[in-house]
């Protein structure tokens, strides 16, 4: 039996924004078809847009897409507003394709490209490329914090290709650069975690009866941290409009909707597309839903078949007479495919903050799981509680640098960003007790929120939805395309994947 089907007749409202099932079983029932200009049902609007494989689809509750809420005001000085990097067009995150068109079209002049944050330094130079290349060639932001007063550990810069790693803080404590991607302001209502680096959850997202008003609690803070920092406002917002943007975007769902090959995501029993989302699954989502690591607050075991939007298809009977169809019939049994070997295909788990240093389990030198094992959300891809890992995209690709070869293997197999990289010092090496140890990284992750050194590098995975239109993936956009974000897992984790298994589960992925 599947996830999604165990849980479909516990059904449960969160109550979260202004969002409603029925006003989402209603965006369900009218469907998005391919090239279809916006369309509406009360206050949701469906829309669907081009991508590199087919269309991305975007379902809105709360307002629509091109408004004129705070969602889409400029509220900084730089003339910034949160629509500048949660393009819907673009899974409500931001491609490099779209970065390098809007340089190129206003030379510069952006407010994207605002020094504070789109430049590699803030001394960057308006319309100079060079200045702004980790945005323009990996869709990056920097990101710059505070090492905590209270780090276990000491921090230095071994490559600093752009002058400003590390640089004297306000409070005495040095700042230190990291570049990220922009996660998708959309799906929110499955969220475990605010953040990459989980430094705006500031109340805890792991139980259901707390989980509407943490959730809206977490998202205004990030709403205002955001319009201080990244926009440099020079007047906090209104609360008002504080909730106006947190509203909005828990109404926001966005998933693939037709694929190139295999046609229309929810055709032939298949549940793809934005409106399951909105309709289905956010009826059925609860903090800790399935978890893989035993502790379902409702006492389910864990499924490793996480995943069953294209289950339907796994028996697409080849239709006679029609090339065409024979051809999409072709496709849709190869996301299946995919996505089989997403919820099946052994995955070697070793070296894994987070995992192979966790009490919990014993502390496993190694242990065998799938791609669901920390995508355990049915149908959405994220895990049901934080868990923070470090599955080694923030390791450093130098040569000599990194020590664990399987890491090393699966980082070739990346197009990584020529970022710092930073010396750590004083840490216990987490798999080997009582052994100091000292390493390399391009972002500490969580460790710069903390201190600790159990924290270093550990960061959460994205919602799994909207991948297609929203390249480069992993944190640091290292992963450039899908072939190579799974070729990485499959060197990283001793998959050991034929071509065909990979391109099946690139087809999947695609299809999410």
């Known amino acids: 039996m599947t996830v999604s089907r165990r849980y479909s007749d516990r059904r449960r409202f969160l109550g979260v924004g202004t969002w409603v099932v029925g006003l989402a079983a209603a965006a369900l029932s009218l469907g998005v078809a391919a090239a ?139 700042v230190v650069s990291v570049y990220r991607r922009p996660l998708p302001t959309a799906n929110l209502p499955f969220l475990s975690a605010i953040m990459f680096d989980g430094r705006e959850t500031h109340m805890p997202l792991n139980v259901l009866s707390s989980f509407p008003a943490n959730l809206d609690t977490d998202l205004t803070q990030q709403a205002l941290d955001a319009i201080n920092i990244h926009a440099q406002a020079a007047r906090a917002p209104s609360a008002q409009q504080l909730s106006d943007i947190v509203n909005f975007e828990l109404g926001v769902f966005t998933a693939q909707v037709h694929d190139a090959n295999a046609g229309s995501l929810h055709a032939r029993g298949a549940s793809g597309g934005p409106e399951y989302l909105a309709a289905e699954m956010t009826a059925l989502y609860y903090p800790g839903i399935n978890d893989s690591l035993g502790a379902d607050p409702e006492g389910q075991p864990f499924d490793s078949s996480a995943m069953s939007l294209f289950l339907p298809w796994a028996d697409v009977q080849e239709r006679r007479g029609d090339y065409v169809e024979q051809q999409r019939d072709a496709a849709r049994r190869s996301v299946a495919a995919g996505e089989m070997v997403f919820n099946t295909a052994p995955v070697q788990i070793s070296n894994v903050r987070g995992l192979n240093d966790n009490p919990a389990l014993g502390s496993p030198t190694t242990f065998a799981g799938t791609c669901t094992t920390c995508h355990d959300t049915p149908n959405t891809g994220n895990h049901s509680f934080p868990l923070p890992l470090d599955i080694g995209t923030g390791h450093s690709a130098l040569p000599s640098l990194e020590s664990d070869p399987n890491i090393a ?14 010396l750590i010092s004083g840490c216990p090496n987490p798999f080997s007790a009582g052994q100091p140890q000292s390493f390399y990284t391009t972002d500490p992750g969580k460790a710069l929120l903390t201190g600790a050194c159990s924290d270093f590098n550990r960061g959460k995975g994205p919602i799994l939805r909207g991948l297609a239109a929203r390249a480069p993936y992993f944190h640091n956009g290292a992963a450039a395309s899908l072939k190579e974000l799974v070729n990485f897992y499959d060197k990283r984790f001793q998959m050991n994947l034929t071509d065909r298994q990979k391109h099946d589960l690139v087809a999947f992925l695609n299809s999410l």
């Open 36 to 174: 279809e200009p916006d369309t509406a049902v009360g206050d949701a609007s469906v829309h669907s847009y081009p991508d590199a494989v087919g269309e991305i689809g975007v379902v809105s509750l709360n307002g629509a897409l091109r408004g004129r809420g705070a969602f889409f005001q400029s509220l900084g000085t730089n003339g910034r507003s949160c629509a500048t990097c949660h393009v819907a067009d673009q899974a409500m995150s931001i491609s490099v394709r779209d970065i390098q068109r809007r340089f190129q079209e206003t030379r510069g002049a952006d407010p994207l490209f605002a020094a504070v944050d789109g430049a590699n330094c803030p001394t960057g130079r308006q319309g100079v490329a060079a200045d702004h290349s980790l945005l323009l060639k990996h869709g990056l932001i920097r990101i710059f914090l505070p090492v905590p007063a209270n780090a276990q550990f000491t921090i230095s810069v071994v490559h600093d290709p752009y002058g400003c790693a590390m640089t004297p803080g306000t409070g005495g404590q040095p």
């Open 409 to 422: 293997a699966g980082l070739a197999e990346l197009s990584g960003a020529d970022v710092p990289v930073y």
